[in-house]
């Protein structure tokens, strides 16, 4: 049991406990009572676990990474964060430094009284009946150990709550910024965000860091979606280059909802994402695009499922990855169809560009269906850049260089310019450029 | 200008090429003709630079240097251009976005200063005139979704925008209807000049009537069987292919 440091969290968690000065009390924490209990049973996966097979999480697991207890602005100003932020963008910036609201780096524009966007610990204080209904109740920890680990230190993050008939115009910006700090760390941010019916937002979470450290982000989001709500929410991930990133994204949609998600992995080692959207509202509706890119011995694994749990529900997914170096990149993409979810539509494909030899990509459709009446489409592709468009753009007189850069960026260029939000995207072009302009190789 | 000397070239091992001999001067017109699968789009793509053939023997020269150790984007920024018989799709790049990279890197090799948007844009919309091809196209991505007469045309409306010193047209004639077709013949005349050598790779004489090469050659087998002048083309065309085949034929 210790060889994987499960005894540890179990320690800090102790102290965590005593940090919480008489408020280990109340609901919550009999869910972070049960939930570290739960870790410690299951313990971190290995590649023997079905759902971790071609994710190897040792490098993780023998690090003893100090969970950040309190909020702690490490000196930071609006100015350093800047660069995190796309250029002239009007919008809520919700911060959290080390896995905690930053009330001094956030900026509020559409709070009202009812339309709520701050902190989670503030949110358990002053809406902990509201925070109580949501917070574990879609993002299990029973089978997930992450989840579980999070869950035990849930203490801060972002709350956002938009009550009926809202449309919150600006975007909800959630910057999650990993410091300097001494010691390796693990910032575990709780995020919820719950939109009543006829609502609509559009949510960003973004990762970032102002070091080049070793460090462990294991983060968990639940959206909850009232009827008819909508929802972009773009995740956009550019941790440190050393960094492990486990993030959960779990979606619970009501009926007639639509949530679109566009997610985007540059940063990190090792770095694993899973987004559950379940449908469980007939008519509602579910988009996960993402886009990966790796380098060097960098590691990216993107579990996604599409849970149809009631009928007439469409889902498409389109996932693309970009691997170079000795990169290793996975996909598992789950379409469970329910026995009740009649006239189901879902559409999957994940495409790869494998850009050295060295490079891999394991990609997987994973059909669980218990309907009768569905329609489901997937496919994969696995492949290099096209000898031929390589051969036409040089022979107009383009740099082999260039050619390459240019092939890569228009098979990116597909999820990036799907996200809405036109600063964003822009930002994502950016990002894009610099990063091919470093090589690919 | 261009010098091909006993060239042989195929793919794995496969001889497609088998020793083809050709001069073309600056100024001229050569038309190449011949059976499916003779061989006149290898040669046309071996001279553009495509490296899944391999030239097993002979050379090139262009200009008096040697053309088979330039890469493709050398070629084309010494002025050789390519249409292709079959234009490839490039989903994601723009057509405009793509020229102007490849209009750039030209035009930087020949000392000349870079475009910017607006000049480029001028160029192109003048060029698109040229070639009545629709502005639509220009934006969109490289051939994506184009019907077979406008790839031909985009690949008329590159070579106007590059203005290439050597143009290899690989049956640029070919699924076009007779309006097109007399753009895109307008479009090689304007071409050619004193400074600019054509070869034209076509199976109709119908092309010809319009550009009246200085000289035709049919390849057989990978190998020119026959040169003529433009007189050779009508009786092709009349006669078959079968015809240049015999070796009676041959030896005259
Ligand atoms: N990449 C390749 N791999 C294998 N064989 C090839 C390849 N490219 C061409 N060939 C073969 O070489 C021969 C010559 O082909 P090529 O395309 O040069 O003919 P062509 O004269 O242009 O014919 P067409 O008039 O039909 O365009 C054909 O038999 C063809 O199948
Ligand atoms: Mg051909």
């Given at each position: 049991m210790t060889q994987d440091k499960r005894s540890w969290y179990v320690l800090s968690f102790e102290h965590f406990e005593k940090s919480l000065n008489g408020l280990s009390s109340g609901a919550i924490h009999a869910v972070r009572k049960s939930a570290i209990a739960r870790f410690a049973e299951l313990g971190f996966p290995t590649t023997h676990d079905e759902e971790w097979k071609f994710t190897d999480v040792t490098p993780l697991k023998g690090v003893e990474f100090v969970p950040v207890l309190s909020y702690n602005s490490d000196g930071l100003t609006v100015k350093d964060i800047e660069k995190f932020l796309p250029k002239n963008f009007v919008c809520n910036r919700l911060v959290c430094v080390n896995g905690h609201y930053s009330e001094e780096l956030s900026s509020v524009l559409s709070q009202t009284q009812r339309v709520k966007m701050g902190s989670l610990a503030e949110a358990m204080r002053t809406d902990g009946e509201l925070v109580s209904a949501h917070l574990g109740q879609h993002a299990r920890f029973d089978e997930n150990a992450f989840t579980a680990l999070n869950t035990a230190f849930v203490n801060d993050g972002v709350f956002v709550s938009i009550p009926d008939r809202t449309i919150v115009e600006d975007p909800i910006y959630l910057l999650f910024i990993s410091t300097a700090l001494d010691t390796k760390f693990v910032s575990q941010p709780r995020n919820l965000i719950v939109l009543g019916k006829n609502s609509q937002a559009s949510i960003v979470e973004a990762y970032a860091s102002l070091s080049d450290n070793i460090y462990f982000t294991n983060s968990v989001t639940e959206v909850v979606m009232g009827e008819n709500a909508i929802i972009e929410h773009e995740k956009v991930q550019e941790e440190s280059a050393r960094a492990f990133h486990v993030s959960r994204t779990q979606v619970h949609q009501g009926r007639d909802s639509n949530f679109v998600s566009n997610s985007f992995a540059f940063g990190g080692s090792l770095v694993r994402n899973d987004i559950v959207a379940t449908?469980?509202?007939?008519g509602s509706e579910a988009t996960l695009n993402g886009l990966y890119l790796a380098n060097g011995s960098q590691h990216i694994d993107n579990h996604t499922t599409m849970d149809h749990a009631k009928p007439r529900c469409n889902s498409h997914e389109l996932y693309k990855g970009i691997l170079g170096g000795k990169s290793r990149g996975v996909f598992n993409g789950k379409i469970f169809v329910r026995k009740d979810a009649q006239k189901t539509d879902a559409k999957q494909t994940n495409k790869n560009l494998l850009l050295s030899d060295h490079a891999s990509i394991d990609t997987k459709p994973q059909l669980e269906i218990f309907a009768n009446d569905v329609k489901c489409t997937h496919g994969a592709t696995i492949g290099q850049l096209d000898e031929e468009q390589l051969f036409y753009l040089r022979a107009r007189g383009i740099g082999a260089e260039d050619a390459r850069t240019m092939l890569i960026y228009a098979f990116a260029s597909d999820v990036i310019d799907r996200v809405h939000v036109e600063a964003l995207r822009d930002r994502l072009h950016n990002v894009m450029h610099a990063k091919l302009g470093e090589g690919t190789e | 200008m261009l010098e091909i000397i006993n060239l042989h070239a195929g793919v794995q091992g496969n001889e497609i090429l088998d020793g083809v001999n050709l001069k073309v001067n600056v100024g001229e017109v050569h038309a190449i003709m011949g059976p499916n699968g003779s061989g006149k789009s290898t040669l046309a793509q071996v001279l553009a630079g495509r490296?899944?053939?391999?030239?097993t023997e002979g050379q090139v020269l262009y200009d008096g240097k040697d053309l088979l150790a330039m890469s493709p984007e050398d070629r084309a920024r010494a002025g050789v251009f390519m249409a292709f018989q079959y234009p490839v799709e490039i989903p994601g790049v723009s057509n405009t976005y793509f020229l102007k990279a490849g209009l750039n890197a030209i035009r930087k090799q020949r000392g000349l200063e870079e475009l910017d948007a607006m000049e480029f844009l001028k160029l192109v919309k003048e060029k698109a005139k040229l070639v009545e091809m629709e502005e639509g196209l220009l934006n969109r991505p490289v051939n994506h979704g184009f019907s077979g007469g406008e790839k031909k045309r985009n690949e008329i409306f590159q070579m106007a925008v590059l203005e290439p010193r050597l143009a290899i047209l690989d049956e640029t004639d070919s699924g076009l209807d007779i309006d097109a077709l007399r753009i895109v013949a307008d479009g090689i005349n304007k071409l050619r000049g004193k400074h600019n050598a054509i070869i034209l790779v076509t199976h109709y004489q119908r092309l010809l009537n319009y550009v009246v090469p200085d000289f035709v050659h049919v390849l057989v087998d990978g190998r020119i069987v026959k040169s003529g002048g433009k007189e050779l083309a009508l009786k092709l065309e009349e006669k078959g292919y079968d015809w240049v085949r015999e070796p009676v034929e041959l030896n005259t």
């Amino acid at each position: 049991m210790t060889q994987d440091k499960r005894s540890w969290y179990v320690l800090s968690f102790e102290h965590f406990e005593k940090s919480l000065n008489g408020l280990s009390s109340g609901a919550i924490h009999a869910v972070r009572k049960s939930a570290i209990a739960r870790f410690a049973e299951l313990g971190f996966p290995t590649t023997h676990d079905e759902e971790w097979k071609f994710t190897d999480v040792t490098p993780l697991k023998g690090v003893e990474f100090v969970p950040v207890l309190s909020y702690n602005s490490d000196g930071l100003t609006v100015k350093d964060i800047e660069k995190f932020l796309p250029k002239n963008f009007v919008c809520n910036r919700l911060v959290c430094v080390n896995g905690h609201y930053s009330e001094e780096l956030s900026s509020v524009l559409s709070q009202t009284q009812r339309v709520k966007m701050g902190s989670l610990a503030e949110a358990m204080r002053t809406d902990g009946e509201l925070v109580s209904a949501h917070l574990g109740q879609h993002a299990r920890f029973d089978e997930n150990a992450f989840t579980a680990l999070n869950t035990a230190f849930v203490n801060d993050g972002v709350f956002v709550s938009i009550p009926d008939r809202t449309i919150v115009e600006d975007p909800i910006y959630l910057l999650f910024i990993s410091t300097a700090l001494d010691t390796k760390f693990v910032s575990q941010p709780r995020n919820l965000i719950v939109l009543g019916k006829n609502s609509q937002a559009s949510i960003v979470e973004a990762y970032a860091s102002l070091s080049d450290n070793i460090y462990f982000t294991n983060s968990v989001t639940e959206v909850v979606m009232g009827e008819n709500a909508i929802i972009e929410h773009e995740k956009v991930q550019e941790e440190s280059a050393r960094a492990f990133h486990v993030s959960r994204t779990q979606v619970h949609q009501g009926r007639d909802s639509n949530f679109v998600s566009n997610s985007f992995a540059f940063g990190g080692s090792l770095v694993r994402n899973d987004i559950v959207a379940t449908m469980d509202g007939e008519g509602s509706e579910a988009t996960l695009n993402g886009l990966y890119l790796a380098n060097g011995s960098q590691h990216i694994d993107n579990h996604t499922t599409m849970d149809h749990a009631k009928p007439r529900c469409n889902s498409h997914e389109l996932y693309k990855g970009i691997l170079g170096g000795k990169s290793r990149g996975v996909f598992n993409g789950k379409i469970f169809v329910r026995k009740d979810a009649q006239k189901t539509d879902a559409k999957q494909t994940n495409k790869n560009l494998l850009l050295s030899d060295h490079a891999s990509i394991d990609t997987k459709p994973q059909l669980e269906i218990f309907a009768n009446d569905v329609k489901c489409t997937h496919g994969a592709t696995i492949g290099q850049l096209d000898e031929e468009q390589l051969f036409y753009l040089r022979a107009r007189g383009i740099g082999a260089e260039d050619a390459r850069t240019m092939l890569i960026y228009a098979f990116a260029s597909d999820v990036i310019d799907r996200v809405h939000v036109e600063a964003l995207r822009d930002r994502l072009h950016n990002v894009m450029h610099a990063k091919l302009g470093e090589g690919t190789e | 200008m261009l010098e091909i000397i006993n060239l042989h070239a195929g793919v794995q091992g496969n001889e497609i090429l088998d020793g083809v001999n050709l001069k073309v001067n600056v100024g001229e017109v050569h038309a190449i003709m011949g059976p499916n699968g003779s061989g006149k789009s290898t040669l046309a793509q071996v001279l553009a630079g495509r490296e899944s053939f391999n030239v097993t023997e002979g050379q090139v020269l262009y200009d008096g240097k040697d053309l088979l150790a330039m890469s493709p984007e050398d070629r084309a920024r010494a002025g050789v251009f390519m249409a292709f018989q079959y234009p490839v799709e490039i989903p994601g790049v723009s057509n405009t976005y793509f020229l102007k990279a490849g209009l750039n890197a030209i035009r930087k090799q020949r000392g000349l200063e870079e475009l910017d948007a607006m000049e480029f844009l001028k160029l192109v919309k003048e060029k698109a005139k040229l070639v009545e091809m629709e502005e639509g196209l220009l934006n969109r991505p490289v051939n994506h979704g184009f019907s077979g007469g406008e790839k031909k045309r985009n690949e008329i409306f590159q070579m106007a925008v590059l203005e290439p010193r050597l143009a290899i047209l690989d049956e640029t004639d070919s699924g076009l209807d007779i309006d097109a077709l007399r753009i895109v013949a307008d479009g090689i005349n304007k071409l050619r000049g004193k400074h600019n050598a054509i070869i034209l790779v076509t199976h109709y004489q119908r092309l010809l009537n319009y550009v009246v090469p200085d000289f035709v050659h049919v390849l057989v087998d990978g190998r020119i069987v026959k040169s003529g002048g433009k007189e050779l083309a009508l009786k092709l065309e009349e006669k078959g292919y079968d015809w240049v085949r015999e070796p009676v034929e041959l030896n005259t």
